[in-house]
Every structure is written in C-alpha cells, then in structure tokens.
C-alpha cells in the first residue's frame, strides 16, 4: 500500500516574507492595498498637486483635515482611504510651526503619540477636542478649556501634558508632518522593506508594518 503524501501548512505571513530571507516573497495583496490607500492620504496630506489629488480634495476636503473630519460615504475608493486613516495617524507626526493645521488632541506632535490616545478621559470631556495647537497656545501661555471642573486624576493629567509642552513657542512657517518609520520622513511603499539587506534589520521592519496592519484589521474588513 503506497503512503498518502501529506501536504505541509506554512503560514502565508511567512511565504510573504522575502525572498532574501529564503521565502518565496509573494506579495501580501492585502497589506500593499492598505500601504497604497495610505500613499494617498500623505499625497493630500502633504500638499501634492495632480489631477486625481485634486479632485478629491474639491469633491470631499475643500478646507476640512481629512483625520479629524468625520467620515462621509463615497465612492468605494475614497472610502478605503478612510479605513486606513487610523493606521496613517500613528505613523505621521508633526513639527509644529505656527500650528495651524496641527490639532492639540488627535495629532502626534509631542511625546510618544497623540494626546487622545494617551489622555482618553481628558479628550473625552474636552471643550473643544479637535482645537488646534495655535488655538490653545499663546503669548500668555496655555489655554485648554474643559466643560466642567476636573477631578484629582485629571488635574494630574493636565499638568503632565503642561508640563510636557513647557517652553514650546509658535514660530512663523506652516506646520509640516515627516513618516517616522522612514529615515528621510518621506512616506514609501517599498523602501521599508527593500532598502535594508541584514536580516535582522529586515524582520523589524516587517514586523512594524504586520504591527500597523494588525491595529486596522478590523477596520478594514
């Protein structure tokens, strides 16, 4: 009686690994749809002119930031860049200059994230979450305004970010955002992966990429 071959599983996030690091290296679709839909929202981000970019910034932004404003239906490929929204936050921060495209809460501009996102309870409750830098700082210092009175924990919170943007100035020249998984700040598709050649270097760059995809999964199916 002859044996039944049987087949061996492999993990298709390992046959999407390169091919330098002795995989097959098949392209993991679903991961460059997300990265390809992400490339769009720096080229509006960042203020790149052509046809299609135009377009879109006529017909769904006009003036409005397109991470703050709430998501509105449209076609099937605008509404895959909304999907991947989240992931592109965590990747982008700004250096703030005169602060006017930059929000206090939901822009990553201090420290290791958004406010939002390190500070839920005082987001949640305040005045104006979406304000911008410029809009709660001045010459006279900070002003953050909250509905109410805060509690112990909160006040404690305030002071911590107080103290985290202390000695920050506004200075003349519109605000500009850079990819931080990037060494040149500029956003790309391939170079995370195909620029280092150590394996070692290569894994973590894989890593981070499955990390960010995994945080918008959910988001996305």
């Given amino acids: 009686m002859v044996p039944m071959r ?3 599983w492999v993990r298709w996030e390992a046959l999407c690994k390169l091919k330098s690091l002795g995989v097959l290296g098949i392209i993991d679709t679903r991961l460059m749809n997300i990265c390809l839909m992400t490339k769009w929202i720096w080229k509006l981000y960042v203020g790149e002119q052509g046809f299609w970019t ?3 910034r006529y017909k769904y932004l006009r003036s409005k930031d397109l991470l703050v404003d709430s998501h509105r239906p449209g076609s099937q490929f605008w509404n895959s860049i ?3 929204k989240s992931m592109f936050s965590q990747g982008v921060k700004h250096q703030v200059r005169n602060g006017e495209s930059t929000h ?3 822009d990553w501009w201090q420290g290791q994230g958004p ?3 390190r500070y839920p309870t005082l987001y949640d409750i305040a005045a104006d979450p979406h304000v911008t ?4 700082c001045s010459t006279e210092g900070w002003h953050i305004d909250f509905p109410r009175g805060l509690g112990a924990h909160e006040r404690v919170d305030l002071n911590t970010i107080l103290a985290g943007v202390m000695g920050f100035h506004l200075s003349e020249g519109h605000d500009v955002i850079s990819w931080v998984l990037e060494p040149s700040g500029k956003f790309s598709v391939w170079n995370p992966v195909v620029r280092r050649r150590d394996r070692e270097a290569l894994e973590q760059v894989i890593g981070r990429l499955r990390t960010l995809h995994a945080s918008i999964r959910n988001g996305v199916d």
């Fill in 54 to 56: 135009d377009i879109l």
């Fill in 133 to 136: 830098v410029s809009g709660c």
């Fill in 82 to 84: 909304q999907k991947v």
């Fill in 6 to 8: 049987k087949y061996h």
């Fill in 104 to 106: 206090f809460w939901d």
């Fill in 115 to 117: 406010f939002k996102d």
